[in-house]
């Protein structure tokens, strides 16, 4: 039994009214993984980022404590959780390490999240099941040199032959920005599987494993930020799938897409958020302690009103995640809610690390100090998962009811 299941309480179970106090199996969940991250994590971050070395043994022990599979229900493997919990779960791990937070979004919404969406019983039996244990990671395919937030420029091709036990699907194509390309077992990847009848590329889902033959992982991307994460691309050179490796119906891959990346925002907003507050956790000390012209820095106004810009901006991103993930616990609609928590929460992020920098002043610039690593990992949550532009098309045509171009 897992520690995750053994918190007082047992399962939650999501409440059908807005409390604005976190349930204690929250707290409870919050205040574990911070604990574990500032005690086992934060110092071996360096060496990892320094050395662009995925944390291959932390990502271990945190699958064997649940912590890959919280949103799961227990009998697909998971720990039961709601979203809420994952929430808190993803902005804890964020604001101690940036990459280990990606890590666990990507595995959890894009990996787990389309099987535990559209899986058969056996395709969770045998997928699913090893990646909310923790025992495998995973990663989603969607992504390609010509197509990111315009899906429909997939180029990536699957087709089927015929033959015993429903034939075989042959992937050819590549993906591009990937992340956990190299380090997951289990990839969801998206592929055309024809022309729909309005001429449109018809989208379909597959399971491909990291052992299928003609599979293989390209070159992995040198990035700006989030060292420790693997990004990569995946090749597919006359890959053979079994039929029941189709993910869903033949062409729904596409209105899956849709809705793994409204659940997928809540992860990357909460990851905002965790950036957002360790940035200012480092600034409040410094600003007490750093002295320029006899007093302490954060007596001046251009300092303090920068915190408090930071801690107020921060509250408010965190209220519209949680709340975004809140109505996904409810059943409700949180399409909206999602692509304004991430949003909002991406920009604050960016704005609240910059600020940081600002406040360090020198000494912010220089890697002595971790304020240069979050102002430089928070630019990804402006991206992943649609970028901004992408997050106000949505909002925008769900605010007017209007086609917004």
């Known amino acids: 039994m897992r520690w995750i299941r053994d918190m007082p309480g047992g399962r939650v179970v999501g409440s059908n009214r807005m409390d604005l106090d976190l349930p204690a199996e929250h707290a409870l969940l919050r205040d574990t993984i911070r604990e574990f991250m500032l005690a086992e994590v934060a110092p071996v971050i360096d060496e990892h980022e320094r050395e662009r070395r995925f944390p291959t043994e932390i990502v271990r022990r945190i699958g064997e404590m649940g912590w890959l599979g919280i949103p799961i229900p227990e009998d697909e493997g998971g720990a039961g959780m709601d979203t809420l919990a994952y929430a808190v779960a993803v902005e804890e791990i964020s604001r101690v390490w940036g990459s280990l937070g990606l890590i666990v979004a990507a595995h959890t919404s894009l990996g787990c999240g389309p099987l535990h969406l559209a899986g058969t019983p056996d395709q969770r039996r045998t997928f699913l099941v090893p990646m ?6 995973g990663a989603y395919g969607l992504t390609e040199s010509g197509a990111g937030s315009d899906a429909g420029g997939t180029r990536t091709t699957a ?57 293989s992982v390209g070159r992995l991307e040198e990035k700006l930020g989030l060292h420790a994460s693997a990004t990569g691309e995946l090749r597919f050179d006359g890959v053979r799938l079994p039929s029941g490796n189709l993910l869903g119906q033949q062409g729904a891959g596409f209105r899956t897409f849709l809705r793994i990346l409204d659940g997928g925002r809540i992860a990357i907003g909460a990851m905002a958020v965790g950036l957002a507050q360790a940035a200012l956790d480092a600034s409040i000390p410094y600003a007490q302690t750093r002295e ?66 600002q406040v360090h002043g020198g000494y912010g610039y220089v890697a002595d100090y971790p304020v240069e690593r979050y102002l430089r990992d928070a630019k990804l949550t402006e991206i992943g998962e649609g970028t901004s532009q992408v997050q106000r098309l949505v909002i925008g045509r769900k605010v007017l009811d209007l086609r917004v171009m």
């Open 132 to 137: 909310a244990e923790g025992r495998v990671l």
């Open 159 to 215: 087709r089927h032959e015929p033959g015993p036990d429903g034939g075989t699907w042959v992937l050819d194509g590549s993906k591009r920005f990937i992340t956990n390309a190299g380090q997951a077992g289990t990839y969801i990847v998206t592929a055309r599987t024809g022309t729909t009848g309005r001429g449109d590329s018809e989208i379909s889902a597959f399971i491909v494993s990291a052992d299928a033959p003609g599979f």
């Open 292 to 357: 320029q012209f006899g007093r302490p820095i954060g007596s001046f106004q251009g300092v303090a009103f920068m915190i408090a810009d930071m801690a107020t901006e921060i509250e408010a991103a965190r209220a519209m995640v949680w709340r975004a993930a809140w109505l996904k616990d409810q059943g409700r609609d949180y399409g909206l809610a999602a692509a304004q928590g991430k949003l909002f929460a991406s920009e604050v992020s960016s704005r609240v690390t910059n600020h940081a920098v």
